[in-house]
Every structure is written in C-alpha cells, then in structure tokens.
C-alpha cells in the first residue's frame, strides 16, 4: 500500500498550492487527503469531525483575512506539521521553538519552490509521520473484514466488539477512523490469539469487548459506559454500551478512578 496509510489535512489560502499539493499527495505519493481549507474555522472543524482519521497536516503560515496563523493552529492541533509557507524563514525561530515543545514531527519549506524540492520534502516528512505513528499508535493486528481485503490495523483504533446476532459467530468491530466492518466467523479467544491485548480490553459482556483506552464516559449505578466510534456513514457517534458482567463492574469503577485521579 505504500504511503496510503498516511493521510493528511491541508489549510492553505492559496487555491492553486491547494491543488498542486493534493495532486503530488495523490497521484505521486499515493497518499490520502482527507480534507482541505482556506480558512482556519472551517479546518479547525473539520478537524474535530476527522481528528483520528488525520495522520498530519500541511499548513500554510499566514493566511489572508484570517484570525489564526498557521503556527496557531499547528499548536491547536498538535499533529505532525509541515509548513509551506513564502514566511518560514521568517518565522524559523517559532517553528524550532514549536519543535522543542512538542514530540509530534516538525518541518518547513519555503515557498518558491520546484515540484521536485516539494516532493523530495513530502517524501523525507512522510517517513518521519511514519515512524511516529508506529512508535505512538502501539502495536497492528491483522484482520479479515466481510467484503474486504485481509488489512493491518491499529489496535488503538478499535473502539469496542460485540457478536451480532445472526450468525453468532460474526462479529461487529468498531473502530475511531473508519466505519464498522463485520469479522466473519471468530471468537474472542481467536481475536486474543491474533494480537489483542487482554489488559487493553475490558469484556463488559458476553458477546462486547470494549477499548478501556476509549471510554469517554461511565455511569456506575445505570451500569452503562460511554464511547465514540465512527457509524455506518463514517460518521462519529456516542455509543451506550451495558456492562452485562458483573465482575467487570468493580474493574471498570477502579479504572475510572485511577483515570481520574491521573487526569
């Protein structure tokens, strides 16, 4: 698959960097871009519908009529940044400083500049996201979805599992990036087998796993817990799950505990 799992956002005020810049991405370095803009609300936004989904972004710096600048945002978002921007040597200092900050990757290029210098910085940029995604999304299962290639996924991308009911032994999986897909014909057991991590996962019922690393909200006494996951139309969703297990319980309430006390 090359660089397609890589995917980025682009804010720009300039249509024609716009172009020129998804067009390399796409057809030249077979990479996803997810959205673009011309102004930092509507990124910002579209940010907030996409956020798991966007691997790093491509910013210009100053941008015309805006309230925001690149830097700005690059700090809101806190995604591997690189600039394209007529002002990076004017703004090197914030940009190095905004490299020592934070640990996501950092990079520049000045505008003008060849389609051969674009690509050559595009490429040097996609391997560091590369090896910073691998080094923070932890570790990949391999998994077979109905009607889909057999693919490589993060397992922090999946929300929660429960069996569907007919047939039983389906699955449907959920993940924070993409939309739901069906495993044919496997157990839990199976899933563990295959790289799962038991600890990661809390088996709130008979037939649901769920992402503890998910849980955005838990209720102790209705014995319901929280999450978000992407629907059938790709879109995020907060799903209510019950806690059938009684024994989960207990190790659901002392997990959120110790959430909070860490938050």
């Known amino acids: 698959m090359g660089n397609s799992s890589i995917t980025f956002a682009i804010l720009d005020d300039n249509e024609e960097q716009l172009i020129s810049l998804q067009q390399i991405l796409r057809e030249k370095l077979f990479c996803e871009v997810l959205f ?23 910013l210009d710096i100053n941008l015309a009529h805006d309230k925001r ?14 600039f394209v921007s ?5 703004h090197l200092s914030q940009i190095e400083d905004l490299n020592s900050e934070f640990d996501f990757p950092v990079a520049h290029l000045s505008k003008p ?55 039983r032994s389906n699955k449907r999986i ?37 992402n503890r690393n998910k849980i955005e909200d838990f209720n102790k006494k209705d014995k319901v817990l ?18 059938t297990n009684p024994e989960m319980i207990k190790k659901v309430d002392k997990f959120w505990q110790e959430k909070g006390k860490i938050n």
Request: cysteine-free; charged content about 30%; aromatic content about 12%.
């Open 69 to 82: 600048n690149g830097l700005e945002i690059a700090k809101i978002s806190k995604k591997p940044t690189l």
């Open 113 to 167: 500049y060849s389609d051969e210098k674009l690509k050559g910085t595009l490429e040097k940029f996609i391997k560091e996201v590369q090896n910073f995604k691998a080094a923070t999304m932890g570790p990949k299962i391999i998994l077979r979805l109905k009607n889909e290639e057999e693919g490589v996924y993060y397992i922090n991308n999946i929300v929660f599992i429960e069996s569907i009911k007919q047939p």
């Open 226 to 243: 929280y999450v978000y996951a992407k629907n059938e139309k790709g879109e995020r969703q907060t799903y209510r799950l019950d806690i």
């Open 174 to 210: 959920y993940f924070d990036n993409r939309k739901p897909g069906e495993l044919v014909r496997v157990n839990f057991d199976q899933l563990m087998d295959l790289g799962m991590s038991v600890p990661q996962f809390f088996e709130i019922g008979r037939f649901t796993l769920v």
């Open 36 to 58: 673009v803009a011309h102004a930092s609300d509507q990124f910002l936004n579209s940010l907030r519908e996409h956020d798991s989904e966007v691997d790093a972004v491509i």
């Open 86 to 90: 007529g002002f990076t040597t004017y």
